[in-house]
């Protein structure tokens, strides 16, 4: 049983800083592709990140490029995402995902394991 643990979420002012953490228990973390998403009110779940199980590529949504920057370390088993110049558009409840295929791409259905997601409110 894979699981997936976020923490990180708050409330902050637009442009603070803030860095999200998704723990992974259950499988070899290194064999993970992982992603984080994104859901506002009454809209739906955006992808934000993605990188492949090494670290070495990654992937962006527009409107976080230059700004959101995702990492991982496979001796912690945690992917981070660090977020810089945060607007009041960020606000929304942020999940990390994972796939053990190679896959690192924008479709949400492609990724099987998801946590519960950690809230993020940026005040304007």
């Known amino acids: 049983q894979v699981a997936l643990v976020e923490s990180g979420g708050g409330l902050v002012q637009a442009g603070d800083s803030l860095i999200l953490s998704c723990v992974v228990s259950?499988?070899?973390?290194?064999?993970?592709?992982m992603c984080w998403f994104r859901q506002a009110p009454g809209k739906a779940r955006e992808f934000v990140a993605a990188?492949?199980?090494?670290?070495?590529?990654?992937n962006y949504a527009a409107s976080v490029k230059g700004r959101f920057s995702i990492s991982r370390d496979n001796a912690k088993n945690t992917v981070n995402l660090q977020m810089n110049s945060l607007r009041p558009e960020d606000t929304a409840v942020y999940y990390c995902a994972a796939t053990r295929s190679n896959y690192y791409g924008v479709i949400a259905e492609n990724y099987g394991y998801w946590g519960q997601g950690t809230q993020v409110t940026v005040s304007s």
């Open positions: 259950g499988s070899t973390f290194s064999n993970l592709n």
């Open positions: 990188l492949t199980w090494s670290g070495s590529l990654t």
